[in-house]
């Protein structure tokens, strides 16, 4: 009986190898986020992202309190579809990310799905950038996206 489960075994491994290979999807070299577009929703015209506080080029004791603006568009948790909604993204110290896919989540790329319009946050002393992007209830950025300026800022 075991020599028959080795067969067994030799004979779904070969399937397995002959099946046809799906291509992988391609990943941004960045951050891993597959580079499959994904449908986006509209945004408003005329809306924009900007940080309120703090100011580019500030030098700041921390924790800071970073304070999102949005203009033109409303703010609604993750997960809850309406039109001309979405929620912000803060890049902390990283690129632009890919504006046509979901949005990565770590350290370096914050979600505020609940619909958070504020952080504080304790950085290390030295120099970082921010950046806001707004997306949309799937985490994916509007079209076209809502990206704000890339700000500098030291924290000593």
């Known amino acids: 009986m075991g020599s028959r489960r080795i067969a067994l ?33 509209p945004s408003a015209p005329g809306a924009a992202v900007y940080f309120i506080w703090p100011e580019n080029g500030a030098t700041l004791s921390g924790p800071l309190t970073v304070r999102f603006g949005l203009r033109g568009m409303g703010v609604a948790p993750a997960g809850v579809p309406a039109p001309d909604t979405g929620h912000h993204h803060l890049i902390l110290d990283a690129s632009t990310p890919r504006l046509d896919t979901v949005l990565p989540n770590d350290v370096h790329h914050q979600h505020f799905g609940k619909g958070q319009t504020e952080v504080t ?19 994916v950025p509007h079209d076209p996206p809502l990206v704000s300026e890339r700000i500098s800022i030291t924290v000593k």
Request: hydrophobic share 40%; no cysteine; glycine share 4%.
């Open 121 to 139: 946050l304790e950085l290390p002393s030295g120099p970082h950038t921010l950046q806001l992007v707004f997306a949309d209830h799937n985490h």
């Open 9 to 41: 075994a030799l004979a779904a491994l070969v399937t397995i190898v002959a099946l046809p290979q799906r291509p992988r999807a391609e990943h941004h070299e960045s951050h891993g986020a597959p580079a499959v577009p994904i449908p986006r929703t």
